[in-house]
Structure formats: C-alpha cells, structure tokens
C-alpha cells in the first residue's frame, strides 16, 4: 500500500513568489495534517481536516498561507506571498482518524532565495 | 497544556554499545507518548507508542521505552546500537484534553562511530 506522497520534493523560488504544496493521504484516511519543520526543530502543526472540513488551523498564519481538502482526499497548502522565513520543510500526514497513528509523507523541502 | 522535552540535542555511541535517549512531558491528562525517527530526506516513522498498556512499550528495530508516571518520563533504549541508528529522534505527546494533537520535541540527532 501506497504511503503519504507529497509532492514536490524540493521547491527553490524567489522572496514574493508564490508555491504550493500537493499531498496524497493514505487511502480511507480521514484526518490530514499540515506541519512545518525548522531546521534543527520538530514539526509543529499548521491545519489538520477531518474529511473536508478544517478543524484546527489556529496555527496557520492565514495572512499569506491558505490549504484546501477538495472532496475529502488530496490536499494543497498555498503560500503567496512567499518569505524568506518560510524556508523550511513541510510535512503532509494522514490518520483513520484523530486518535489513529499518524503517517507522515517525505515532506517538501522549500528554500526561499 | 502539554509538552515534552528532549534533554539531549546530540547523542553520538559506537557501534554496539547503548543508546539512550532522553524524554519528559507535560500533559494535563493521561497521555500517549510516541518516538518516531526521521532518516535523512525519509519521512517521519514511528518507533513505538504507549497508550496506557504496558509501561515497558518495545518497538522496531530492537528500540524500546519505558513509561514512568512518577517522573513524567518516556526515555528510549537499545542496548546495540547498529550505523542504520544514525537518525534524528522526535519523542512526542499527545492527549484526549488537547484533543489529540500531536506535541514534538525538538529532536535528538544521534551518529553511530564504527
């Protein structure tokens, strides 16, 4: 059985610009997750869905980053404009549900020059 | 509110010794605890979790974990460490308080000398 994909795997752009991000979750998973890891830190969480719905996205700074749960499935998490601070790694996880165990996808690697 | 500590930024064993890497939370209610282990450009896999079962909690690749209440611990354990330990070592908490989100540490980078 297929894992989290995510894709792309690296992503350089320039300050200003905007980027998205695509996730596939595992099949029949219902919860999605969005996290950003900091070098040299553990992930923290940005947006988590049950199905289509966003139920916590109190750590997404919604001034310049947006996602969508079209249908419940795949994921996008958008970013415009771009900061130099935004370079991190972003990483996309799936669950049956909110208590299930999470899987986590390679992650998106994301340099802002 | 819940948290959790990794005491140890860098850990570095030789093979086939020991490894032990250090964990506390803090969490308002009874937890779950995790560690998941990141390899270079690999996602996130989990090792072991306890769940309120056992306290002496084994998991892949020869790891374990004991829970201790009383000293709101969770550390990890391998009494052989192999070079494919190499890794980063995330321990993390969760709990039905804070509605089951996931709280990491900041990681512990572990080298394995030949």
């Known amino acids: 059985e297929a894992g989290v994909v995510q894709s792309p795997r690296y992503k350089i752009i320039e300050k200003k610009q905007p980027v998205a991000f695509w996730c596939n979750p595992i099949?029949?998973?219902?919860?999605l997750y969005w996290y950003l890891q900091n070098l040299g830190q553990g992930p923290e969480l940005l947006i988590r869905y049950e199905n289509e719905e966003a139920v916590d996205d109190s750590q997404l700074p919604k001034d310049r980053f947006s996602a969508e749960r079209l249908k419940g499935v795949d994921s996008t998490l958008k970013i415009q404009p771009a900061e130099l601070g935004d370079s991190a790694v972003y990483l996309c996880a799936s669950s049956l549900d909110r208590q299930g165990q999470a899987f986590f996808g390679q992650g998106t690697r994301l340099t802002v020059v | 509110a819940q948290s959790v500590t990794q005491l140890d930024s860098h850990v570095s064993v030789s093979e086939g010794t020991p490894v032990l890497l250090r964990c506390n939370y803090s969490?308002?209610?009874?937890?779950?605890l995790f560690w998941y282990v990141q390899h270079p450009n690999k996602g996130l896999q989990l090792l072991l979790k306890y769940t309120s079962a056992a306290t002496l909690v084994k998991g892949i690749n020869g790891f374990e974990a004991e829970f201790k209440k009383s000293e709101t611990s969770f550390h990890l354990t391998k009494p052989s460490a192999h070079m494919s330990d190499a890794a980063e070592y995330f321990c993390?908490?969760?709990?039905?308080?804070?509605?089951?989100?996931?709280?990491f540490g900041a990681g512990t980078t572990v080298t394995v000398r030949a």
């Open positions: 099949s029949g998973h219902n919860t």
């Open positions: 969490s308002s209610y009874s937890p779950s």
């Open positions: 993390v908490v969760s709990a039905r308080s804070n509605d089951y989100k996931l709280s």
